[in-house]
């Protein structure tokens, strides 16, 4: 009897790298993973026909393709959820699931790592912080949220707890009396964690279509 696998894509661009990963079943088959200041969206679909070209695929053979919603760059957000909502447009087959980062920052932590307050704190490159707190079974005790420095103290403070994500370097540079079980400080959102996490909601029926995750309205201006 001949065994189907199923082909999982999942890409990022929400922060200052373009990452990319193909997976049969639960297995790795090719990864890309570059920082740029900008540009991420240029180097996406490059990356992902040449990931293709080189494991002799198309999109007709996918059956996930998952998505980080953010928050980060609002031109990387919007670029990553334009790109899988063409695909899918083009697979009628395809399903897509959207995964915000703070899920991802979270289920890279292994058991042992998480504590009483899990808390993802992500870089706004602005005074305030992407904020979200979770429990050790990764349930979430407080959504996510925009917080400045001394909002996040309170809500941490007197409980054990682990700080994970690309803002807790800035977050750490003040002094505080944390009880800090540990601090992994990540550049960016692990694809090969996004990944899974679909694979997951994929085969328990929970995937959600992708959306953006706006936390604040975006920064522009005119020059």
Same mark, same amino acid.
């Given at each position: ?7 999982? @894509? ?53 059956? @996930? ?93 007197? %409980? ?20 800090? %079980? ?11 964690? @996004?990944?899974? @996490? ?26």
């Amino acid at each position: 009897m001949k065994v189907h696998k199923m082909w999982t @894509l999942a890409f990022d661009t929400t922060t200052n790298f373009c990452s990319v990963i193909l997976m049969k079943d639960n297995n790795v088959c090719s990864v890309f993973s570059s920082e740029m200041t900008f540009g991420q969206s240029e180097v996406l679909l490059p990356q992902i026909e040449t990931i293709f070209k080189n494991n002799s695929l198309s999109f007709q053979d996918l059956a @996930l393709l998952c998505v980080c919603t953010g928050p980060g760059s609002f031109t990387g957000v919007r670029s990553s959820i334009s790109a899988a909502r063409a695909f899918g447009l083009s697979s009628k087959n395809l399903t897509l699931c959207g995964i915000n980062a703070f899920d991802v920052y979270a289920s890279t932590l292994e058991a042992h790592q998480r504590s009483e307050y899990t808390a993802v704190i992500i870089e706004t490159k602005r005074e305030d912080f992407y904020y979200a707190c979770y429990d050790k079974n990764l349930r979430k005790i407080i959504p996510p949220k925009t917080a400045f420095y001394n909002d996040i103290i309170r809500d941490l403070k007197g %409980h054990n707890i682990t700080l994970v994500g690309d803002g807790i370097q800035r977050f750490l540079s003040r002094k505080n009396d944390l009880h800090i %079980h540990e601090a992994c400080f990540d550049t960016h959102p692990n694809i090969k964690t @996004l990944a899974l @996490l679909g694979i997951d909601r994929f085969n328990e029926k929970t995937t959600d279509y992708p959306k953006p995750l706006y936390l604040k309205a975006a920064d522009v201006c005119i020059k």
